[in-house]
């Protein structure tokens, strides 16, 4: 029972393991400064040269605590209680400071998950990557040679880049900049946090192909930390995926997401949007333990479909099973591997789409200061009806939904909801008109007061809107409203730090529903959401579209979910339309170049050799 998969990823270390694997990671423990209660426990495994290794899970399952153990390093609050973290042949738990400081960036190196925050915004990229290079003792001669080569190697334009600053480049650019950093000097593992997460399908596709060659040609490990299980089921060669701090499943790539095992593992892939097929997302019920709550037995036990006593009773190890190749921790790993659940249909909304437009933008132009940013941009979206915004960062998505709600009132044309012209500025629009058109969006961080309670958030457009309810009106809708968002009515108390991201964008949609709007404008709302948070946000709006008769603008880049939320599909590329018309035509058959390439940069990581789990 403690064979070694196929994989090659080692569930313990062998003696002489360590002089052919980057990176080997046994027996890891990290719990609260102040406590005894372990927010991660019991990880191990080991890369070797050129290999990556993908960290999937749950907000909260402990993938950045293990990625950031790799660089002696835990986050205020925490520290590394037991284990050990090779990185080349040298530990990393238990240095002083002086000496990690001297190893980050040579033998490890961080990547982070928003560029900008890796990046001095006063200090061009040139200088910054001559920087990394001279705080570890690079000659001035070698490092007049090496700059332009980095820049090279990420396929950036060098004088261009190199004489920029941060906030001259786009996303996709300031991310090849720090994997340029990262890289700078050819430490033996990279760790790469959430590096894709909010990047459009191509500039993603960029980042990921020059992260693949850069590992390969420096016989770097890697280890890549994200929640899209689409990004990892491409890039990585193994699988560790993670549930309440510990890995629960443990493997090659292929057989992980071909056949997953494990009952949280076939849970999140059955969260994950196909571009080749419209399936109804499954969200996970119930959320995961928080540290120090961790249940007897299983900790997955009170989510479990496939739960029995004895799960309950005694703890599982992570383990080989007979047939096979991965490790699991699970007692049940062998019986369920042999169970097939096929992906659930896509049924209809139950809401037949009117004749007549509820909203209509025609010829919409907008600015920013004198740059043209949307030229003659016209769509239609129908009474009941979901209609999917897509294209590139910068194709002008959203700006034209900020227009149609009055956030951005710099523009010429004409936008109608239900035949009536809506003035640019949302001030100067009529209560009613403002009501009908609620505006949910993309970070629910950023959009909700941390200093009022759910309650008083909800009730702010309430009195806005309908100043004469009483207060049993106003909190029976407030009730209500909640509900539709699938949280309970104990959420009023609580205040947003104390919600999870997808706890957070319910709460967004609650406040958006309060007031009965006939309009969402939905802006890329799930795009730094875990899958199965993903699933669940977009059945809520599948049902809400049924049940309350909603109308949909759904912004994404994400265009696998597009089928399993919308009815038509507006393709957008430099500020205007170039392809509209159903989903299954458009996604099925695009008459655009430009689409299709959209389309062939999507992930597609197990839908050619495998069905869905």
């Not at 990921?208 to 994200?226: E, Q």
């Not at 689409?230 to 560790?240: F, K, P, R, S, T």
């Not at 500025?425 to 959009?447: K, T, W």
């Not at 404008?521 to 579209?545: K, N, P």
């Amino acid at each position: 029972m403690d064979r070694r998969p196929s994989s090659g990823v080692a569930d313990s270390p062998t003696p002489g393991h360590t002089a052919t694997m980057r990176v080997v990671v046994s027996d890891l423990r990290v719990c609260l400064a102040h406590g005894r209660a372990d927010v991660v426990d019991d990880v191990s495994f080991s890369l070797g040269s050129g290999q990556m290794l993908g960290l999937v899970g749950e907000s909260g399952s402990g993938k950045t605590t293990v990625a950031l153990a790799l660089l002696g390093y835990a986050r205020p609050g925490l520290r590394v209680a037991g284990g050990s973290v090779l990185v080349d042949g040298e530990e990393m738990c238990g240095r002083s400071d002086r000496t990690l400081r001297a190893t980050r960036g040579r033998r490890v190196a961080y990547v982070p998950q928003d560029p900008s925050s890796a990046l001095n915004p006063a200090m061009k990229v040139g200088t910054q990557l001559r920087e990394a290079l001279t705080s570890h003792g690079v000659a001035g001669a070698d490092i007049d040679q090496r700059v332009p080569e980095l820049i090279e190697e990420v396929k950036l334009p060098g004088a261009a880049i190199l004489d920029a600053y941060p906030h001259q480049l786009s996303g996709g650019q300031q991310q090849r900049v720090v994997l340029a950093m990262g890289f700078a000097l050819r430490p033996a593992v990279i760790v790469l946090d959430e590096p894709t997460t909010g990047l459009d399908v191509t500039t993603q596709r960029r980042v990921l192909d020059t992260i693949r060659d850069l590992c390969v040609a420096h016989g770097a490990a890697g280890i890549f930390v994200s929640h899209d299980l689409a990004v990892i089921g491409e890039l990585v060669d193994q699988v560790a995926v993670m549930y309440a701090g510990r890995i629960v499943e443990l493997g090659a790539k292929s057989d992980v997401f071909a056949a997953p095992t494990h009952p949280y593992t076939r849970g999140l892939l059955r969260a994950v949007p196909l571009p080749d097929r419209s399936t109804r997302l499954e969200g996970l019920a119930g959320h995961p333990p928080r540290p120090g709550e961790r249940p007897p037995g299983c900790a997955f036990a009170p989510r479990c479909d496939f739960v029995q006593p004895a799960c309950t009773a005694e703890e599982q190890r992570l383990a080989a099973h007979p047939g096979l190749t991965q490790l699991v921790r699970c007692r049940r790993a062998s019986e369920l591997h042999q169970i097939d659940r096929a992906p659930l249909p896509l049924s209809q909304t139950g809401a037949a789409v009117g004749d007549a437009p509820l909203l209509a933008v025609r010829d919409l132009c907008a600015s920013y200061a004198s740059t043209r940013v949307l030229t003659d941009v016209s769509l239609e979206i129908g009474e009941r009806e979901c209609v999917a915004i897509v294209g590139e960062s910068g194709s002008g998505k959203t700006t034209l939904a900020r227009c149609v709600v009055g956030l951005h009132p710099r523009w010429t044309g004409s936008v109608s909801l239900r035949g009536t012209a809506l003035v640019p500025a949302a001030r100067e629009r009529a209560p009613d008109l403002l009501r009908e058109v609620q505006y949910i969006f993309q970070s629910p961080y950023g959009s909700l007061n941390p200093r009022k309670s759910v309650h008083q958030i909800l009730e702010q457009p309430l009195e806005r809107f309908f100043g004469g309810l009483g207060r049993r009106d106003r909190l029976q809708r407030i009730d209500a409203a909640l509900e539709e968002a699938a949280l309970s009515s104990s959420f009023r108390r609580l205040y947003p730090g104390e919600l999870s991201g997808g706890e957070r964008q319910r709460v967004a949609i609650a406040r958006a529903l309060v007031v009965e709007p006939d309009l969402l404008v939905c802006d890329e709302i799930t795009s730094a959401l875990d899958v199965s948070v993903q699933a669940a946000i977009v059945e809520t709006l599948r049902r809400l579209q049924s049940d309350r008769g909603l109308t949909l603008a759904f912004i994404t880049h994400n265009l696998a979910l597009v089928k399993s939320i919308a009815q038509r599909v507006t393709v957008m590329q430099s500020g205007r339309v170039i392809e509209s018309g159903d989903t299954a035509t458009v996604l099925g058959a695009p008459a655009q170049e430009y689409t299709r390439t959209l389309l062939k940069d999507l992930p597609r990581p197990w839908t050619a050799t495998a069905t869905a789990p």
